[in-house]
């Protein structure tokens, strides 16, 4: 189980939102919305352990995320607004080493498999500075085919894909739910995700 208690944010001396809390169980789908500035993005990466709170605590199982790192990074992607890539260097590259900074080495054949589920592979040697933002987009996204943790953490996963991408990115997500996994997801599109369970936790600025 994966559960926050009593959350509050500050920016600078403006509080972003307070008394926040849930539980996420395996298969459940949790979507965080709001109006922009109201604090989601903070949210997030408090979850990941980015971000302390003002108050209140994250647990993986029954232990503080803060307290046992160890246990909870290695069962957490997460995915942020950014990319996260380096212009310098190729899709398949980018992709190869994110996965190795997440403690999973992935052949460049894998690594072009996850591409071709997402549909950039023709992408896969070209330097990412020469590619669109729906393009970067997918390259990023591409470490949700080769991860093996059960909890991710997306912000805004949808945005900048074209139709198709979309439906392909859902099915992934309704897969990894199905096998047990949890998905947390900010987004502003309507997209349909299959869960087990679906939550909604709504932030105002």
Request: one cysteine or more; proline letters at 2%.
């Amino acid at each position: 189980m994966f559960m926050a208690q009593d959350l509050a944010c500050l920016r600078g001396d403006r509080l972003l939102f307070k008394n926040v809390g849930f539980e996420l169980k395996a298969g459940g789908l949790l979507y965080v919305l709001g109006e922009n500035g109201c604090g989601k993005s903070s949210l997030l990466r408090m979850l990941c352990g980015l971000l302390m709170p003002e108050q209140g605590a994250v647990f993986w199982g029954n232990k503080k995320i803060k307290e046992d790192a160890e246990s909870y990074l290695p069962n957490l992607t997460y995915i942020g607004h950014l990319n996260g890539l380096k212009d310098d260097l190729t899709a398949l590259e980018n992709l190869q080493i994110s996965a190795r900074l997440a403690g999973n080495d992935v052949s460049s054949k894998q690594a072009l498999a996850a591409l071709t589920a997402i549909g950039i592979a023709r992408c896969a040697n070209l330097p990412v500075r020469v590619l669109s933002q729906g393009q970067k987009r997918r390259v990023a996204l591409a470490m949700l085919w080769l991860t093996q943790s059960q909890l991710w953490i997306l912000d805004e996963p949808f945005a900048a894909l074209d139709v198709a991408s979309t439906e392909v990115l859902a099915s992934r997500l309704g897969e990894h739910m199905s096998n047990g996994g949890m998905t947390i997801i900010t987004t502003h599109q309507d997209v349909s995700i299959s869960a087990l369970t679906t939550q909604t936790l709504r932030l105002s600025a």
